[in-house]
């Protein structure tokens, strides 16, 4: 069972173009998250997504940002017009069915995307 | 306040010492995991605990969980370079979220 592949591990955009980041999760997992941390600080909360539906996205900036996870392939999050601040590692987790599953408290990580933005 | 305050936030000792870090809280949990992060790489999922003081061992690392669900404790014997890293605690609240202690940033020095 792979676990979560996140791709590019590496990204390099220019100031004003459009980044995607692509999370796949573990197989049976219909939870993902998306966390952002920046150099020697913690990982900060962006969004919560099942499968076709955004749960929580309070972590998310109002504008550029966006996420979807849908029935079929990766969830994405798309960072437009890109700016240097966005420059950070973007860490997606996934962790099981919930209410039904018989475990559902644990998430598992994928190894990051590192966006650089010049 | 964060809901989980982890102690020592930063850590730095000579391999071979023992150490104990922990994670600690005013509310109760139904479980609790501990992660590692090194730099350059994403959180590794160490172990869940979910028995009021359950203990649970991983080569060298021993964790526990409190009596109570409150609070929990990880203890490395003999450290080694390899241990270092970033460890944290998180537990799941009922929306499925993750919630994060700050960390304990442990350095192993050789």
């Known amino acids: 069972n792979a676990g979560v592949m996140q791709n590019p591990r590496h990204l390099v955009r220019r100031r004003g173009q459009e980044a995607r980041l692509r999370c796949s999760p573990m197989?049976?997992?219909?939870?993902v998250y998306w966390y952002r941390q920046l150099p020697e600080e913690g990982l900060k909360f962006m969004v919560y997504?099942?499968?076709?539906?955004?749960?929580?996205e309070s972590g998310m900036p109002k504008e550029r940002f966006s996420a979807e996870f849908p029935k079929e392939g990766p969830s994405i999050l798309r960072i437009q017009q890109v700016v240097r601040g966005d420059s950070a590692a973007y860490f997606c987790?996934?962790?099981?069915?919930?209410?039904?599953?018989?475990?559902?408290?644990?998430?598992?990580f994928g190894q990051g995307t590192r966006l650089t933005v010049v | 306040t964060q809901l989980l305050e982890q102690s020592p936030q930063f850590l730095s000792i000579q391999e071979g010492e023992n150490l104990t870090v922990y994670c600690n809280s005013s509310?109760?949990?139904?479980?609790l995991q501990w992660y590692r992060q090194e730099p350059g790489e994403g959180p590794v999922l160490l172990v869940t605990?979910?028995?009021g003081g359950e203990v649970k061992k991983l080569k060298r690392l021993t964790f526990q969980f409190g009596d109570a669900r409150k609070d929990s404790s990880l203890h490395i014997t003999a450290a080694q370079t390899g241990d270092t890293g970033l460890y944290l605690c998180?537990?799941?609240?009922?929306?499925?979220?993750?919630?994060w202690g700050a960390g304990t940033k442990l350095i192993i020095k050789p």
């Open positions: 998180a537990v799941m609240d009922s929306n499925y979220q993750l919630i």
């Open positions: 997504l099942q499968k076709e539906n955004i749960i929580d």
């Open positions: 197989k049976g997992h219909s939870h």
């Open positions: 509310s109760v949990f139904s479980s």
């Open positions: 987790a996934s962790s099981p069915l919930g209410p039904t599953g018989e475990t559902g408290t644990e998430a598992f």
């Open positions: 605990v979910v028995t």
